[in-house]
């Protein structure tokens, strides 16, 4: 079982929809990060999170340290949203999910 | 621009061959890490580096993978007798200590072994 699972693999969407992906993860951290991979490789980094809640612009990333569970929402989907999201456990030596592949259709 | 960079972008090489790969970070950056990316898989943790010395290497950095940061500010990732399993996209990234930021992450290097 890997140390951090994300669900859906896939995720097809329409413009302007609530979108939600999860991350559950096995190994004690100090953070829990979301990152967004565009074709061609390119990784941003969304998130990093401790504890509670972020949000930036229409992403809300949160987490629940006790049940080793974080989420990021997306409201009022864009195409241009559509990217791999990835999870990532710890602060140095980090443990990635397998990514979340979201395409949001016009 | 002032963002992490990587050296090539693309590199095919013949099994065998030896490879390297540069990064440069970010320039305040004391930390610098290296990771490889399977094809739809997520990112997987190689190394990193706090200013010249290597802290940590996963068991996944085999005997022919090499790793160094000499001066603090660039590193350099060298595989020798490249294997057709190390084809990967091999990504650096960096951040500073201490700093609520998360890493930085340069381009890639996506490497293929024929």
């Known amino acids: 079982k890997n140390e951090v699972e994300q669900s859906p693999q896939n995720l097809t969407a329409q413009e302007g929809e609530f979108i939600t992906i999860n991350c559950s993860y096995s190994?004690?951290?100090?953070?829990l990060h979301w990152l967004q991979q565009h074709p061609g490789g390119g990784i941003v980094s969304l998130f990093m999170?401790?504890?509670g809640k972020k949000k930036h612009g229409r992403l809300i990333a949160t987490i629940n340290i006790q049940e080793k569970h974080s989420s990021l929402h997306i409201t009022a989907s864009h195409p241009r949203d559509s990217a791999v999201y990835i999870c990532a456990a710890g602060n140095n030596d980090m443990r990635f999910g397998a990514g979340t592949r979201l395409t949001v259709k016009p | 621009d002032t963002g992490v960079s990587q050296d090539p972008r693309h590199k095919i090489t013949k099994r065998g061959q030896n490879v390297t790969f540069r990064c440069d970070p970010i320039s305040e950056h004391n930390r610098l890490y290296w990771y490889r990316q399977t094809l739809g898989q997520g990112p997987e943790f190689l190394t990193y580096?706090?200013?010249?010395?290597?802290?940590?290497k996963s068991r996944l950095l085999s005997d022919r993978f090499s790793a160094e940061r000499p001066k603090g500010s660039f590193s350099t990732l060298e595989i020798q007798r490249t294997e057709q399993g190390d084809s990967a996209m091999y990504l650096c990234a960096s951040r500073r200590t201490g700093s609520t930021d998360t890493q930085y992450f340069g381009p890639g290097t996506r490497l293929t072994v024929l």
């Open positions: 190994v004690g951290i100090s953070a």
């Open positions: 580096f706090q200013n010249e010395a290597q802290l940590e």
């Open positions: 999170l401790s504890s």
